[in-house]
């Protein structure tokens, strides 16, 4: 055991060895890099059913209560903003009173604007397959939805602005469509129809009979539809009833006559699109989906400003009108209550004045004439020189 002096003896011997070892100095830090702030590319995302999508939710900066009126913006060559119209002439009817949602200033309240009352449920029918290089449609132009009640009821608040007096009636729809069409080298013009939605139900152009805004003159139910003379319930605008995403690029909705598909309101990054973000037939180009496919291609979007859908086709038109009696040979009639039926003109006179203007020479078989708007027509036709044959 070590006593008090020797243990003093050893302590101090330990401080002194520990006093004459060197320690280390730590390693010098290498002097500070500046980092460059550099953008890191990311691929975007894509959606379970294949559609790009940014996931970013749905946004809007349309003001509803001040759109823009459409009256009279038709225009003989493809411009935004206007339909490129085969039909230079209206003459047709409408709704008979001026909505108090419509402005003093050129615009309306589509927040204000009365709807027809009612819920009326229908037996759908509305089949789409692919077959080959072709779309075939059958259906009966009975929504999925429900409707207002027509014709409009002396009761309903509708009526004091418009008095549609027609009814719903079922249809046989048989529609074929390119499956994968093409852009042709020109917009060609638009009729009173300009596609089918997926609800099964026709769309027209934005115009009614009398060349107004349909949308903002008509009154339509909740579904945003009413039916003409025909007995054709239809669309000029993309309907409330149709359910989209709530982020990203808005699914489809239906397909216009040339075989392009219509989406909704909102663009990749899920702001709602106007007339600025598309080109004068309402479109643009980019990656969709397309039949569970990613493809990069023309589409149509709705918006809430006119034309609302499509200003003008983009590829050709595999049919002019569905409305008249024959199906896709019938004639049509632009929006409204002036619908088609028999005893119109037959459709190679439509066709041969597609694209051109009134007082335009045009030709059907070996007769030669111009493209006029007969009474009580409301269609843009060849008629033979001499005038139509009795």
């Not at 390693?27 to 294949?50: F, H, K, M, R, W």
């Not at 996931?55 to 009256?71: F, N, Q, W, Y």
Request: include cysteine.
């Amino acid at each position: 055991m070590f006593s008090k002096k020797s243990f003093n003896l050893f302590a101090t011997v330990c401080l002194l060895l520990a006093a004459c070892v060197t320690v280390p100095a730590p390693p010098e830090q290498p002097p500070a890099v500046d980092v460059p702030n550099v953008d890191i590319p990311t691929l975007p995302a894509v959606s379970i059913g294949g559609q790009p999508d940014s996931a970013m939710p749905h946004t809007s900066d349309v003001d509803l209560t001040r759109l823009e009126l459409g009256d009279g913006k038709y225009s003989s060559s493809p411009q935004v903003g206007y339909v490129f119209s085969c039909q230079t002439q209206f003459d047709g009817g409408g709704a008979q009173g001026t909505g108090s949602w419509i402005n003093g200033d050129g615009t309306w309240d589509a927040t204000k604007k009365a709807v027809v009352d009612g819920a009326v449920s229908w037996p759908h029918s509305f089949t789409v397959s692919v077959q080959g290089d072709q779309r075939v449609f059958t259906g009966n132009d009975l929504p999925d939805h429900t409707t207002g009640m027509y014709p409009i009821s002396p009761n309903d608040d509708a009526y004091a602005y418009d008095r549609n007096p027609n009814s719903i009636q079922e249809q046989s729809i048989t529609l074929t469509l390119p499956a994968n069409p093409v852009v042709a080298a020109q917009p060609t013009c638009v009729g009173g129809e300009v596609g089918i939605m997926l609800s099964g139900v026709v769309i027209f152009s934005a115009f009614d009979a009398a060349g107004r805004d349909a949308p903002a003159h008509e009154v339509q139910d909740a579904c945003d539809g009413h039916p003409q003379q025909s007995g054709f319930y239809h669309y000029h605008s993309l309907s409330d009833c149709f359910v989209d995403t709530t982020s990203g690029h808005s699914v489809l909705m239906g397909y216009a006559f040339d075989g392009f598909g219509i989406y909704g309101y909102h663009g990749e990054d899920g702001r709602e699109l106007t007339n600025e973000d598309l080109d004068e037939c309402h479109g643009h180009t980019h990656v969709i989906e397309w039949d569970g496919q990613l493809v990069e291609m023309y589409h149509y979007h709705a918006t809430h400003e006119f034309p609302y859908v499509v200003g003008c086709f983009e590829g050709a038109p595999a049919v002019r009108a569905l409305s008249g009696q024959g199906g896709q040979n019938g004639q049509n009639q632009p929006g409204g209550q002036q619908g088609g039926g028999q005893g119109g003109p037959p459709q190679e006179a439509i066709d041969a004045c597609v694209g051109l203007s009134q007082g335009v020479a045009c030709s059907v078989g070996p007769n030669s004439g111009t493209c006029q708007t007969p009474p009580g027509i409301n269609q843009l036709v060849c008629v033979p020189v001499g005038g139509p044959p009795p």
